[in-house]
């Protein structure tokens, strides 16, 4: 799920890039880094559960 909004910020961010004001498109682009990394974050910290 978190990676369907973090799909979906990607995109508003292009669009926004594309046809808005500069400052805008540079504050959502770093509002979805962030997001992104913790994501990355949050998956990366996890355990594996690995028997063999």
């Known amino acids: 799920m978190e990676f369907t909004a973090l799909f979906l910020t990607i995109t508003v961010t292009m669009l926004v890039a594309w046809w808005g004001p500069r ?11 962030i ?9 990366a910290t996890d355990t594996l559960k690995l028997s063999f």
């Open 35 to 43: 997001a992104c990394i913790a994501t990355f974050m949050h998956h």
């Open 23 to 33: 400052p805008l498109a540079l504050s959502l682009f770093a509002v979805v880094l």
